[in-house]
């Protein structure tokens, strides 16, 4: 009868290559799945300062009136500088007048001119600087789009979360599945991300 023998070489060779493979299925798991956390978290810092935020002030801020006085470029980066304008915002029963205010979306005075008005709503505070949204029809439009774009960003995390789920799964009829799911769901996600925040300005104002 013919016995096998393994020679101590052979088993440790065969250990390294078992343990070689955990790992790289570790990190074919962990990997995108830390990415996926971080990339989900971004989305929702941005979905809460660019919708949320606003959103209160524009439902819950005093009506008035902001005029433009001037916007100017600051410092410089590989997407070009940051623009930042700077208005008097009046409100509508009189009793506030706040004079050379930031808007903190520089989109909000798009194709304005110094001198130009737009519906407005402000917040006073405390302490730090006060928050003033634009109040008509592409203030509200400029909003949705950002949100949209963050929702975007959140979609596009969990899709690639979903990979850590499907790398660890055995070639199969259902891997092939959830890898077409996966990728049309990371198109969908990067369409809605670009079209959302480009259209409001966002990722390249």
Known sequence: MTRNHFTPDLMTTVDEVDRAETAKRRRAVWLPAVFALLLFVAGGAMFKSTYLDLQQVADHGRPGVFTL??????????SGPTTYCYGDFRSTDGKITELDVRLPEDTDAEGLRPGDSFKARMVLRDSGPDDIVRADAKGDNDRVMRAA????VMLFALMLGGFAVRNPMPHGP?????????????LVSILVWFIGLGTAGGIWS
């Open 149 to 152: 774009g963050s929702v975007g």
């Open 174 to 186: 259902a891997r092939s599945r959830l890898s077409g799911l996966l990728k049309a769901g990371m």
């Open 69 to 78: 006085n001037h916007c100017e470029e600051v410092g410089g980066s590989d």
